[in-house]
């Protein structure tokens, strides 16, 4: 069985794809709180209209949109990039 949580490396230069590493109800995507750098996060890289930040020490959770559907395994939840160096942000998969 897949790890339901994974470590997910974060770089300032361009947009890192952030993928369920299993098949799942839901993700969160949590930056630590001890982190050096926020975190922008997008549905869309190509589209700014779809960003938003996450500080140090917030998450951004992803749900399936249908009730008793599951996000499957390899799908892209979001698009990430720190607002400079390196971030490790933490992947974590849930079911309901």
């Known amino acids: 069985m897949a790890s339901r949580i994974r470590q997910q490396t974060i770089a300032s230069v361009g947009w890192t794809p952030i993928a369920m590493p299993v098949s799942a109800s839901e993700a ?3 930056i630590p709180s001890d982190a050096a750098a926020a975190v922008n996060i997008r549905e869309n890289p190509a589209d700014s209209t779809t960003q938003d930040t996450l500080q140090p020490g917030e998450s951004y959770r ?3 949109t249908a009730r008793g559907h599951r996000v499957d395994r390899d799908q892209i939840i ?3 990039q720190a607002q400079s160096g390196t971030v490790t942000g933490i992947l974590l998969c849930y079911d309901d």
């Open 62 to 64: 992803s749900r399936s």
């Open 78 to 80: 979001c698009y990430a």
């Open 28 to 30: 969160q995507l949590r």
